[in-house]
Structures are given as C-alpha cells and as structure tokens.
C-alpha cells in the first residue's frame, strides 16, 4: 500500500539541514522526492563529519528516501530542464538565501507561469522579507536571536545552546505544515501558492509560553537551569549518583502530597506556599533547598522505583547511547537498520510520525551525488541517451 | 478568503500544551477547531499563571481561535452528542494518557465506526503501546528520557533544559504533519485513520544528528555549552560586554579567511588543524582559546557592526524583550494585539505559516469555559433550548 503522499512530486532544492529534514519526512510519507544538486558538488553536508569509510553520516541522516538529480541552475538548459519539471511536480521546496533564486530566474511568479498549482515552499533565516531578509542566519544565530540562549542555561550563567538544531528542525515542520495546508487547499482551488517560512518567526511562536509570561508581566524570563518557569517540582534533581527527572502534572492535586510523603516531607502538603504548581514555581527560591537536599539521599533508581510505584511522574536522564537502546525506542521502531550499497547497513533514526492504515517511512538510502540523473530526466523531461551525454559534457548535469 | 483549512471541523479533546499548541495551528490555517472541556473544570491549564486580571495567560496563548464547549464524557448522554459530532467532524486530536479515551468507550475503533472518514490524531509521551505506554510524562520527563537534557549544558555541568517546551511542541508538530497527511490521502480512499505521536519518538527523531555522530563514531555525544558538535566556529561567544553568535557556514570556505582577519589572526587561515568546519571542530581545544581571548577584546556591537560588514553570520543574542521588539520580528507580524471582551487588547505571539494566496491567523480570544456550548450544539447536534436547558441541569454540559 502507497503511503499517504503517494503520488505528490516534490523538487527539493534544499541544503543541509532546515529543508532536508522537511523534505525527509515528506520521503517518509510516501512523496516522491527529488533532490537536485550542483553538478560536482552538491550539498555542502556531504562535506560533514563523521565519516563512515568516506561517507558523510550527517548526510545519509537527513536525506534518505530520496532521488538524487544534478543540474545546474545557472545554465539556460538547466534552467529549463527545472521549469519542465515543475509543470509535473506539486512542491518546489528551497532553503536558499532569499533573493537567490529570483537572481537565477526561477522564484515563485517564474514557476507559477509554467504550473500554476505548484506549491512553492520557502525556508530562510529571516523570511523573504523585512530588514534581516538579507542576512545569513544559521541556527546557533537564530536560536540566539529568537531569545532561546537567553533562557538557557543556570541562572546567573552565559547563555547554553540546546543540544538540538531546534531553529532549523522547527522551521522544517512548520514549513511542512503550511505545504501541507496548501495541497489540501489546492485541491478545491486549483491553484498552488507560496509557503513563506522564517526561521527567527519560527523561534517566537514556539517560545508563545516566555513572551506570555513577559507580556502578562513585564518580567523579563531568564534561564532556570532545568526548571520549568511556571510549575514546580518540574525539572532534573541530583540524586547521590546522578540525575533524575520529576515534573508533577497541574491540576493533579494529588501529585503533591505523595511527592511530599516520598521525600519524607508530609509538613509540606499543606504549606500554603506550596499548595499548587503556580504558586510553588513563585516561591521556589524556599523550595529549592528543601528538595534538592531531600533528592540527594537516595541513587536515580531507588528515586525512580519508589516515585513510580507511587504515580508520581519521573524519568531517567538518559545519554544517547541510553536512549539508542531504550525499550520503548526500540518498541516503536525508533532506530533502523537501513541496507546501504557500499556500508552494508546504517543505523538510522526513524519517522515518529504513525499512521495506522498507510505506512509511513522511506527507506532507501541518500542518494550520491547525481546517482538517479538519469532516471528522471528520463520520466519528467523525456531525454533519450545522446541528449543526457550532451548534458553531460556541457556540465548541465 | 477562507483559511488553507476552511471547511475542516476538528473536535479538540487536548489539554496543557502539545495538542492545545497544535489545534491552535489548525484554527490559524482556517479549520473551525471546537475545544471540549469538562464541565466545571475546563483545561487545567486555565489555572496556570501569570494570570492578567484573573485569565491565565498561558491558556489565551494557545488557544485563540478555538471555538469552547464543555461535554461530560463519563455521561452517557454526553458520549451520544460525542459521536453525533464526530459524524460531522473530520479530525479528532487528543492528547490525554493511552488507554483513556478506552475506558471511556470512544477510542478509534469506536469513533471510526460512526464515521469511516474520521481522523483520529492522538499526542502521548511514549506512544500508544509499548512498555511505557502507561506512564506518566511531561515535558522534561520526555527531554531527559530522550537524550537532549544529556547534550544541554557545559562540558562536564550539570543538565540544562531547553528554555523552549520542546518536547511537548514537536509532538504537537509532527501530530499536525500526521493529519494533514492523513487527510490529503483521505480525498483518494475515503478513509480516515488513527495518527498515533509520541513525545519520545519525537525526541529520536529531531536528534538525528546526535544519534547519527553515535552510530557513527560509537562516541557518546555530551553537552557543548553553545558549540555545534560537527563544525566550529559556530556557538554563542564572550565579548566585552556581552554575548554575540558567529556561525560559519560549512560550504562557504571564504567566511574562515575573513573571520581571521575579523580577529586579526590571520596566522590561521591556512593553518591545517582549522581547514575546514569539521576539522575545526575536531581540534576545537586548541582553538578555543584563541577565540575566546580574542573575542573578549570588543563590545558585542562593535564586533556585529565589523562582522556585518564583512558578511560573515552573526547575532546578537537577545533576551525576550528585546525579540518582543526587533524590527524584523515586528514587520513579519509576529506579535499581534488580540481584541479581549473583558481585558481590551492582549498581545499575542502570531504564526510563523506564512502563505501567499489565502489568509492564515485566527485572531478570536480563547474560549471561556462552555462560550460556545449552545451554538456548537445547535449547529452538530440539532438541539432546541429545552433540551440544552435539561443538559445543563444534569450537568451533561
């Protein structure tokens, strides 16, 4: 059975990690993804490390399930050959520098008078406009911009970078939704659109929780270590031999005392200061060396066991390694042994997107460099063998 | 002009924070998202603060747009007006504990059975199945389960938390990717099917680069402070005044040379230990000193304005006031004044979907608890004022 984008022709324009992220889940979901690369050096993460005998890990990682073409949009045949091919695809998804393509001749208007339905979907540090358009922005830049560095860390500390690419990852999701939104819409219109995504923008409305806060209050938000600024207990506690998680639910007014009583505290519960996750997360600074001394005196799993016998929520700190052998990772097929010609198999990461009736996940390995030029310019421009060796020769392909 | 999503009717069973942030979305891109609550009791996240004249802040910023009913699904008669819903609706998101919506007897198989086309997105931390299935899980619970409070923090400190609910929005994110997926597929078969996201496989999934370097290198990835783990420089630095990112881009070898001459070290443009991105980053310990001291050397803007000039990434990094009134954050509209019944205008954190062709942006207030009980009643189940009337004395609505 055909996955649930079966059918839907992407031409993926992107590079390293905002837009190949996207356009792997849209592999994932059944699409037909076509990733197009300078001939002779196509996307620059085929130069990242780690290498696996040559092979660029972080590459393989974000760009399975795809086809890989080459053509050179600087050409006139290049050109032309990416405007034959957008009169049969659906989604045009590009992460280049606004203004880039409209300078190679082939921004939106260009590809929407070849095919009016075309999805075109745009991923830049900034949007396509406003006065940051032009400048570069990669995602330590933008998660510094958008005020995530300055709401992590300890409190009082310099700024702490979360240990995910969260200001490319969010944006490729955000610009899968709006594609997405699009097809569905196109289908009663007729008519594609642009998709306009912004990674800064993308940093705003997913910090909603920390400009409410200011809005509401004024207060500027700061790092809390792992703290969660309006609830508490809600974060990692040092135990005597690492670090454990609690993070009691809001309006689980139950949670509290039996927190209280596994921590040997049962003259808490009814501590007006600390009666519930709101006020408790305002009066931290007197909670604070009541439970981190309590946290100490046990290891994780005693804590652990005990804390879960009781309901209370709670959860390891696990390194990746940890995680890479999780039951429940691995339960939900989270990690994959992918077939690779020349590796043999790859570990992979797998979709966490789950459907119940068509399957999702592409898993074919990333392509190299202009491994299927044949292939679709064969199915989307109907070129015999001679016409490919002129492409060839001319370094169009 | 409708919104990409006009027409769609989504019953929005969630509560706290994945699956309020992702049917906020659905209403941004036009869908009429009818949030349930329990009589009497609502989303818990209506007592979270800071409150602004007794309104939880919290709960207005990701709800605007939501239609609000209340429905007591433990009643019988509130299950009957459930699924007379559901034959007229085409998604169902919930995010409550696997096994809830079982015990109430409107599970998927359930639902489906009203309505074949039903769409039935449910958020959980770990899943539906599995072996942790039934616990409990919160936001940081997930984060440190799935390796990214491991990678969060300085070399050898404690873990940090992201200052972003990661765990909880790319669960949310990916759950809006799952349904409208789900339902451009449904215009072919006509069926619907169960969306099935869990906090943790998210988790997996948005850290690939992390497990990709483990895989690879068999090395157990650890916290960086602000530094990229494959390429340098690329991370938040010290200066004499504050803090600023620099970020070279992998692929652009003429942003090294410039740097170097940015911190009059041109000594190391071609010194071989610093030749690309990933070498950097490999001999990072005998970098990093040079950079830091020279960094230190000027104010935060006097090295933006020298860096700006020369093209090389960079930013500042701002608190969240100051994101509240960047120029570019303000011309892409991403803070809105929200009309309010009782509290006039509040700001509002906009979408980050931008599309070209049709609108995108709810801009009604989150519901009160039950606002729309009796016009959605009307409209879904063909109620009179009696029958409403007799609901609400049992306590139905």
Same mark, same amino acid.
């Given at each position: 059975m055909p996955g649930p984008l079966d059918g839907v022709v992407v031409l993926d324009l992107t590079h390293v990690l905002a837009g190949p992220f996207a356009s792997m889940v849209l592999a994932d979901l059944g699409a037909q993804v076509i990733k197009i690369e300078q001939p002779g050096i196509g996307d620059r993460s085929r130069a990242s490390g780690p290498f696996i005998d040559g092979e660029s890990s972080y590459f393989m990682s974000i760009n399975r399930g795809k086809l890989g073409m080459t053509l050179d949009l600087s050409k006139a045949r290049g050109k032309e050959i990416l405007l034959q091919m957008v009169e049969r695809a659906d989604v045009v998804l590009e992460n280049l520098a606004p203004g880039a393509m409209k300078r190679l001749g082939l921004d939106y208007p260009v590809l929407k008078e070849r095919n009016p339905r075309i999805i075109y979907a745009a991923i830049s540090g900034f949007g396509q406009d406003g006065?940051?358009? *032009?400048?570069?922005?990669? @995602?330590?830049?933008?998660?510094?911009?958008?005020?995530?560095? /300055?709401?992590? *860390?300890?409190?009082?500390?310099?700024?702490?970078?979360?240990?995910? /690419?969260? *200001?490319?990852?969010?944006?490729?999701?955000?610009?899968?939704?709006?594609?997405?939104?699009?097809?569905?819409?196109?289908?009663? /219109?007729?008519?594609?659109?642009?998709?306009? =995504?912004?990674?800064?923008?993308?940093?705003?409305? =997913?910090?909603?929780?920390?400009?409410?806060?200011?809005?509401?209050?004024?207060?500027?938000?700061?790092?809390?270590?792992? $703290?969660?600024?309006?609830?508490?207990?809600?974060?990692a506690f040092?135990? $005597? @031999?690492?670090?454990?998680?609690?993070?009691?639910a809001d309006g689980r007014r139950d949670q509290w005392p039996l927190f209280c009583s596994a921590i040997e505290r049962v003259?808490?519960? @009814?501590?007006? $200061?600390?009666?519930?996750?709101?006020? $408790? /997360?305002?009066?931290?600074?007197?909670?604070?060396?009541?439970?981190?001394? #309590?946290?100490?005196?046990?290891?994780?799993?005693?804590?652990?066991?005990?804390?879960? #016998?009781l309901g209370i929520p709670c959860g390891p700190v696990n390194t990746i390694d940890q995680v890479a052998r999780d039951p429940q990772v691995l339960h939900r097929g989270m990690i994959r042994d992918l077939p690779h010609p020349r590796l043999g198999k790859v570990k992979s990461v797998w979709t966490p997107v789950k459907l119940s009736r068509t399957p999702v996940g592409a898993d074919t390995p990333a392509p190299d460099l202009g491994e299927h030029t044949a292939r679709v310019l064969r199915e989307f421009s109907n070129l015999g063998e001679e016409e490919l060796r002129s492409l060839r020769e001319e370094g169009v392909v």
């Amino acid at each position: 059975m055909p996955g649930p984008l079966d059918g839907v022709v992407v031409l993926d324009l992107t590079h390293v990690l905002a837009g190949p992220f996207a356009s792997m889940v849209l592999a994932d979901l059944g699409a037909q993804v076509i990733k197009i690369e300078q001939p002779g050096i196509g996307d620059r993460s085929r130069a990242s490390g780690p290498f696996i005998d040559g092979e660029s890990s972080y590459f393989m990682s974000i760009n399975r399930g795809k086809l890989g073409m080459t053509l050179d949009l600087s050409k006139a045949r290049g050109k032309e050959i990416l405007l034959q091919m957008v009169e049969r695809a659906d989604v045009v998804l590009e992460n280049l520098a606004p203004g880039a393509m409209k300078r190679l001749g082939l921004d939106y208007p260009v590809l929407k008078e070849r095919n009016p339905r075309i999805i075109y979907a745009a991923i830049s540090g900034f949007g396509q406009d406003g006065p940051y358009a *032009g400048k570069p922005a990669l @995602d330590v830049i933008i998660q510094g911009m958008g005020g995530v560095l /300055s709401i992590t *860390g300890e409190p009082g500390g310099p700024p702490i970078r979360p240990g995910v /690419s969260q *200001g490319d990852i969010t944006a490729g999701l955000f610009a899968l939704i709006g594609t997405l939104a699009a097809l569905h819409e196109r289908a009663r /219109s007729g008519l594609g659109q642009m998709v306009d =995504i912004g990674m800064l923008d993308c940093q705003v409305a =997913i910090l909603e929780n920390a400009f409410t806060r200011y809005f509401a209050t004024g207060e500027v938000p700061q790092p809390l270590g792992t $703290r969660h600024p309006v609830t508490a207990p809600f974060q990692a506690f040092q135990t $005597r @031999d690492g670090y454990i998680t609690v993070a009691l639910a809001d309006g689980r007014r139950d949670q509290w005392p039996l927190f209280c009583s596994a921590i040997e505290r049962v003259d808490l519960i @009814d501590d007006p $200061r600390f009666k519930d996750g709101w006020v $408790r /997360s305002q009066s931290y600074q007197e909670l604070e060396p009541i439970l981190t001394e #309590a946290m100490r005196k046990k290891t994780s799993q005693e804590w652990l066991a005990e804390m879960e #016998a009781l309901g209370i929520p709670c959860g390891p700190v696990n390194t990746i390694d940890q995680v890479a052998r999780d039951p429940q990772v691995l339960h939900r097929g989270m990690i994959r042994d992918l077939p690779h010609p020349r590796l043999g198999k790859v570990k992979s990461v797998w979709t966490p997107v789950k459907l119940s009736r068509t399957p999702v996940g592409a898993d074919t390995p990333a392509p190299d460099l202009g491994e299927h030029t044949a292939r679709v310019l064969r199915e989307f421009s109907n070129l015999g063998e001679e016409e490919l060796r002129s492409l060839r020769e001319e370094g169009v392909v």
